[in-house]
């Protein structure tokens, strides 16, 4: 249980680190902004 934990986590920070950089060099985030929280 804790090594499912911890590779979800894993997972979920990695998701987050490529959304912020698909956002960060997104030309369309200007157009979108909605997309960035």
């Known amino acids: 249980m804790e090594l499912e934990t911890k590779l979800y ?3 979920n920070n990695n998701l987050e680190a490529v959304a912020y950089l ?3 060099f997104n030309p369309f985030t200007k157009e979108y902004p909605e ?3």
């Open 9 to 11: 986590v894993s997972l």
């Open 35 to 37: 997309l960035v929280n």
């Open 22 to 24: 698909v956002t960060a």
